[in-house]
């Protein structure tokens, strides 16, 4: 089943640029990364589906639902977490959750207090009181409200020490196990190849790849950097692609079994030698060059 | 209605602040009625104010006219400041009703809770527009139980009662007239500004001395809300129909076209 698609969805802020075009199909049960640096288009693809903004062009469905006619209905069976945390700085964090808790048919108190226990949230702050890990506690509290079917998080992570990290991968990976969906933006690529069924590429509003995370582990080849005396034809014998060759060093991607890379580089007399499994950091690399300065790795 | 009553509980400090700063200073007049109507003030006004110029005084909203003895001519001059402050609290709270979320960023919590834009609108609009009316009749009980205390004793408590009641229902017109405009301006700015909030207010305040100095340009008045119903027009001629109906028109006009940009509105976080 599908649970989010859109068709050409375009949007605009005024005369400059959202998102283009933008074609995606989220399935039931699945993690869907999106990826990309800041400011290209991931947290206003995320306000789009949620109505905030509209789309100049294209549809947008949530659970087969127009997002922009049938928000609220979408909503009931959807938690949001936005990428910077902007609450009511001077109410605290129980009353944010039971506000939270008041638009859900199914927020209860208990429900409420096993958040709070399991994300060791203190009820009697303030949120302006809070850190920022805190903050982002208080809105994955927030947004796990009502037993919704679908996640929505703009950058979840961002901010959160190695240990919240770990309880929120668990929470999610817990979330999908039950069959549920999540929609998660990052740039983080480690998070993305970690947690991810599938995910696409944004660069400059537009979707520029979408990959099978899980269905891509043996379409990954190798990086291989070496310093020594490569022939140029076992060079291009060898290499997928070449990405730089250079006066006794090389860089090439290589696709194909171990031992006969290592039989044939034994070939040659090779001074330094580097082997890395390519993973989809490589692969986003390919699409942004020079432009990841954004990008946590 | 918990949008609502969330938006009562989170704002009803800063009304009351409002109120009683106002009620503290109509209070402090009202207690200066009686030594005001015993030192012969209203000679002192007759003598003194008629040597200024008459457009003068009628940009101050007081002339010779203005009876000092009489307690509703001195609670109207008294209270056009301070329903000038008031009326500078409606449309403060009108531009915040809307534009405060989205301002904050806090929009982005609200909106995404199974919610229409129609609820929060109805619901922010109710509840400001609840607060509002809650501080003017806090005021106006205030201003009431102050001259009720103050008043010379041959006047009628039901008399008193009455012309409180009709210079308050004036005012309140008035306020409401400008927290629509600042719900409507709400709905299609996206950042709150406090300084065009007032900048607005103070405009149509001078537009409204203009209308009031020149006789050519009291077509003007139109354009001046707090002029429709100030506190010394109403003691002293009534309600002025004309501008009541204008004023109706206009907060019909304001609250429908703001509820439907409202639904249209990109909110920009």
Not at chain 2, 38 to 49: A, D, L, M, P
């Amino acid at each position: 089943m599908t649970i989010i698609e859109t068709k050409k969805l375009t949007t605009y802020y005024g005369k400059s640029r959202g998102i283009e075009d933008v074609d995606i199909c989220v399935k039931e049960g699945e993690i869907y990364g999106f990826v990309g640096p800041n400011g290209a288009g991931k947290s206003t693809l995320m306000r789009t589906l949620l109505n905030f903004i509209r789309p100049r062009e294209g549809q947008a469905f949530i659970f087969g639902l127009d997002c922009k006619k049938e928000s609220k209905k979408i909503k009931e069976s959807l938690g949001y977490v936005p990428g910077e945390i902007k609450y009511y700085p001077n109410i605290s964090v129980r009353e944010h959750l039971d506000y939270a808790a008041s638009f859900k048919k199914e927020g209860s108190k208990d429900q409420i207090d096993a958040m709070m226990r399991l994300l060791g949230l203190e009820g009697d702050k303030k949120f302006y009181q809070l850190s920022l890990g805190n903050k982002k506690k208080v809105a994955l509290a927030q947004a796990f409200l009502g037993d919704p079917k679908l996640l929505i998080l703009d950058e979840p992570t961002g901010g959160l020490d190695p240990l919240l990290q770990r309880i929120f991968t668990d929470l999610l990976l817990d979330f999908k196990a039950k069959g549920k969906t999540v929609f998660l933006s990052s740039h983080n690529l480690k998070e993305v190849a970690h947690l991810c069924d599938r995910a696409s590429i944004i660069k400059d509003g537009s979707i520029v790849d979408s990959m099978d995370l899980k269905g891509m582990e043996n379409e990954f080849g190798w990086i291989v950097s070496l310093k020594g005396e490569l022939p140029r034809e076992a060079l291009e014998e060898l290499s997928s692609e070449v990405y730089s060759s250079d006066k006794g060093t090389s860089r090439f991607l290589y696709k194909g079994k171990m031992d006969n890379l290592i039989r044939c580089l034994s070939l040659f007399n090779i001074e330094d030698l580097n082997i890395k499994k390519e993973d989809i950091e490589d692969r986003f690399l390919r699409y942004y060059g020079g432009d990841n300065e954004h990008l946590q790795i | 209605m918990n949008i609502f009553k969330f938006e009562i509980k989170r704002n009803q400090k800063t009304a009351l602040l409002w109120t009683l700063i106002s009620g503290f200073f109509v209070f402090l007049f009202m207690a200066l009625f009686p030594s005001m109507k015993n030192s012969g003030i209203q000679e002192f006004v007759v003598t003194k104010f008629d040597a200024f110029p008459k457009e003068f005084m009628t940009a101050f909203g007081v002339d010779s006219a203005v009876n000092f003895d009489d307690i509703m001519h001195y609670t109207a001059y008294t209270l056009q400041y301070i329903i000038m402050a008031m009326a500078v609290y409606g449309i403060l709270l009108g531009f915040d009703s809307l534009l405060i979320e989205e301002t904050q960023g806090t929009i982005e919590f609200l909106y995404a809770q199974p919610t229409s834009r129609k609820k929060i609108f109805w619901s922010k609009v109710l509840s400001h527009g609840w607060l509002l009316f809650q501080s003017l009749f806090l005021l106006g009980m205030i201003t009431f139980l102050s001259a009720v205390v103050f008043k010379p004793d041959n006047l009628a408590f039901r008399t008193l009662g009455l012309d409180m009641a009709e210079l308050f229902l004036g005012s309140l017109f008035v306020c409401f007239l400008y927290f629509f405009l600042g719900v409507f301006i709400g709905s299609i700015m996206h950042t709150k500004s406090s300084g065009l909030a007032l900048g607005i207010f103070f405009l149509s305040y001078i537009v409204g001395i203009l209308s009031r100095i020149k006789e050519d340009l009291s077509f003007m008045r139109y354009f001046a809300p707090f002029d429709y119903a100030l506190p010394m027009d109403i003691v002293r001629q009534g309600w002025d129909l004309k501008y009541i109906f204008v004023g109706a028109v206009a907060m019909i006009v304001l609250l429908f076209s703001s509820f439907f940009l409202y639904q249209k509105k990109n909110f920009r976080i």
